[in-house]
């Protein structure tokens, strides 16, 4: 509450500096929504996945929330624009009863945007409504509140004949799960308080859509975890163990965030006493390669996400085995369907299953086993227990009992221990009538676990939803949305079946 009445006055002070009518353009969306199942450990899968952290794996829940939101769009013949969103729920069943989903402030000059507070923001490159998400900043889990200064929209580089376009982005953050991590995890386990976030991307646009119907995009995406304070971690050769370990956070590691770089010797010591040490923090990253063919009203995107953990994968030293390839075909005219997807995910090989630092003995560096997500000080790529990346590497908040095919015990651990995975996604959308829309996704994903924890069986598991909007033309605003959702398999997941429905209005202020 303190830092959404924080947050607040920060907009009315913007509001007043910049002379601008804070009443002017502000929507409102108020929506409710319950979800049952017969989930032998959890709801559905697709009723928690890539739902901005803003659902639950339990079986039975519900929330109620509230927002005001306002686009810099409203002031596009201003040189200086202005937004806000401030969105509250309340939820039973949830990681906790009272939610501050969104609290932001975004101020823009020409192009160039300031955004401050907690934003939900789609998976760059992908279809929102049928994509499982980007591989490493998805849609999967709450925002974390950050700075970030961006160029939002494709800017044309200038004697390019509107040619080359670019974009991007640069933040830095705080999580927000100090005391979700500390209920959740088991005695003794590790945990990281007040860790920080930086992320960062480039995005650049090759084409003219108003001469020729194809065009090409590529991004480098790239995030840092940093600081904090962390327990009960252990590392290096020598197993070393500590109950209470802070990590540096000043300008030296904000730095080394930017570019990835510095470290300590917390991965251990060579025979020789001689220390090695990967770069400060826990960089992660996605290169991003997209074609759209776009004639008259058809659309045809075919797009390849690659992911590294480090530096390993970030070029071809090791191979691009591991990745996320889709194609997307938007119909012309189609009522009954209007979009289709296909998605191949692979995240098998992770530079291999060898792992091995030079030393005196056998001086040749071997950097595999990338363990995705995953990090010797921090939780890993999470926030609130879901992962932050692709929902289909299982989050944290799954952990919750011994899964008898683990060779050990897995309970009230914040790792990714389904890291290993190759899936086949499907999405169908439409929308029938005036008054209807529907999605349908169904997806088949093959799990390994993980190189530092195999299954002992491999596990597969078949997850699938369709939903049903009715959008009711004599009432505006207005939407009543009904969800089945299905799970068969062998993973934690397990097997479960069960209904959602949601009722929402979204409207304008006078």
């Keep these: 509450m303190k830092h959404t009445f924080c947050l607040v006055c920060l907009l009315i002070c913007c509001t007043h500096i910049f002379g601008q009518s804070i009443h002017k353009g502000i929507t409102y969306n108020i929506e409710s929504s319950v979800a049952w199942s017969n989930g032998e450990n959890f709801a559905p899968f697709w009723f928690t996945a890539n739902r901005h952290g803003l659902f639950s794996t339990e079986a039975n829940s519900g929330y109620l929330k509230a927002g005001l939101f306002r686009s810099t769009k409203e002031d596009s013949h201003r040189n200086w624009q202005h937004g806000f969103g401030i969105e509250l729920a309340g939820a039973y069943n949830h990681t906790s009863s009272f939610i501050v989903q969104q609290a932001y402030y975004d101020i823009a000059w ?277 992962g932050i990346g692709s929902p289909f590497i299982l989050s944290p908040i799954y952990n919750t009992f011994n899964h008898p095919n683990f060779i050990n015990d897995i309970t009230g651990k914040i790792n990714f221990y389904y890291n290993r995975v190759q899936t086949h996604h499907f999405g169908f959308c439409g929308s029938p009538t005036r008054e209807i829309d529907y999605r349908l996704m169904i997806s088949f994903s093959k799990h390994w676990g993980s190189y530092y924890m195999p299954l002992i069986d491999t596990e597969e598991q078949i997850s699938a939803i369709l939903e049903v909007a009715y959008n009711p033309s004599q009432m505006k605003g207005w939407q009543i949305k009904g969800s089945i959702g299905y799970d068969h398999g062998t993973t934690i997941i397990g097997n479960n079946y069960g209904g959602m429905l949601t009722v929402s209005k979204i409207g304008q202020l006078p």
């Design 110 to 386: 020409k192009g160039m945007q300031l955004s401050i507070g907690s934003k939900e923001r789609p998976s760059a490159l992908k279809n929102p409504l049928l994509s499982s998400g980007g591989l490493i900043f998805g849609t999967n889990a709450r925002p974390v509140p950050q700075v970030r200064f961006e160029l939002p929209e494709y800017v044309t580089i200038p004697g390019t004949n509107d040619w080359v376009h670019i974009k991007g982005f640069l933040g830095y953050g705080m999580y927000t799960d100090n005391n979700w991590q500390q209920e959740f995890v088991a005695t003794g386990k590790r945990y990281t308080l007040n860790a920080l976030h930086h992320v960062k991307a480039g995005y650049m646009k090759i084409g003219n859509e108003k001469t020729f119907p194809l065009y090409f995009e590529g991004a480098l995406e790239m995030a840092n975890q940093f600081g904090g304070h962390a327990y009960n971690v252990t590392w290096g050769r020598q197993n070393i163990q500590t109950n209470d370990f802070k990590i540096g956070s000043g300008f030296k590691e904000f730095f080394e965030a930017l570019i990835p770089m510095g470290g300590d010797a917390t991965d251990g010591e060579t025979s020789d006493g001689e220390s090695y040490a990967n770069a400060s923090g826990n960089h992660i990253g996605s290169w991003h390669f997209t074609l759209t063919y776009a004639p008259e009203d058809w659309n045809i995107r075919a797009y390849y996400e690659h992911m590294f953990d480090d530096h390993s994968m970030m070029f071809f030293e090791y191979g691009w085995e591991d990745g996320l390839y889709g194609i997307e075909v938007t119909f012309p005219k189609n009522p009954l369907v209007h979009t289709f997807l296909y998605e191949y995910m692979n995240s098998k090989d992770q530079a291999g299953a060898v792992y091995h630092d030079h030393t005196p003995e056998i001086p040749d560096q071997v950097s595999a086993v990338d363990n995705y997500y995953n990090h010797l000080l921090y939780p890993g790529w999470q926030h609130w227990g879901m």
